[in-house]
């Protein structure tokens, strides 16, 4: 199984930050990126980043990337993650909290992924919202975004925490909030790899 990390964003991109400027989404997502793919790797799996630039790079050259590996290697032995922190405003501290995942339309595998990281969720942040829409019996919102729509292999983005909220900015920049973020993706991908492989028995 390949498994590709995306980080939202580039240091070109307008704002996408907290509003006192501590938390800049594009680096932090490269950070918590780096690391992810670090632990992957270090445990044996492909992990690769399809972005290591610090700019932006535009969503059709990232789902290029990702599509290209899915041809080489089959859409069924890659899986994609993208990670991102929300934002309920324009630049001011808000109210809106809460961890998330987002997957395409319709049942799928990414639906499976987006559970396996909303488990490990539920675990490693205990007192933070976990942002669910259960209406067709999974956790993941369902929406259409372009990484997922025009990806071919089993995609999820997560948004991790909020950038304009005061409480979540603190705990993200925290030694402990760094690691519980690192620790969702880790574990929640490894957790659906094995469970993959469980299923093919």
Not at 3 to 14: E, F, P, Q, V, Y
């Given at each position: 199984m390949i498994?590709?990390?995306?980080?939202?964003?580039?240091?070109?991109?307008?704002?996408?930050?907290?509003?006192d400027g501590r938390l800049l989404e594009w680096k932090y997502t490269r950070e918590i990126a780096t690391e992810?793919?670090?632990?992957?790797?270090?445990?044996?799996y492909d992990a690769r980043r399809i972005?290591?630039?610090?700019?932006?790079?535009?969503?059709?050259?990232?789902?290029?990337r990702v599509n290209a590996v899915c041809l080489k290697e089959g859409p069924h032995n890659v899986v994609l993650v993208s990670i991102h922190v929300n934002a309920a405003g324009n630049g001011q501290w808000l109210n809106a909290r809460g961890w998330?995942?987002?997957t395409t339309r319709g049942n799928t595998t990414s639906d499976q992924l987006a559970k396996c990281l909303y488990a490990k969720a539920a675990i490693l942040l205990p007192g933070h919202r976990l942002r669910t829409d259960t209406s067709d019996g999974d956790p993941d919102i369902e929406a259409g975004f372009y990484i997922l729509r025009h990806?071919?292999?089993?995609?999820?983005l997560t948004e991790n925490l909020f950038q304009d909220n005061r409480l979540d900015v603190a705990f993200l920049l925290s030694e402990e909030g760094r690691e519980r973020i690192i620790q969702i993706h880790v574990e929640g991908?490894?957790?659906f790899i094995?469970?993959?492989?469980?299923?093919?028995?």
């Open positions: 498994i590709l990390i995306d980080n939202g964003h580039g240091s070109n991109t307008a704002g996408k930050r907290s509003p992810v793919t670090s632990r992957l790797l270090a445990k044996g972005v290591t630039e610090d700019r932006d790079i535009a969503l059709a050259e990232r789902c290029r998330s995942a987002y990806t071919r292999c089993t995609a999820v991908i490894l957790q094995t469970n993959e492989k469980n299923s093919l028995g």
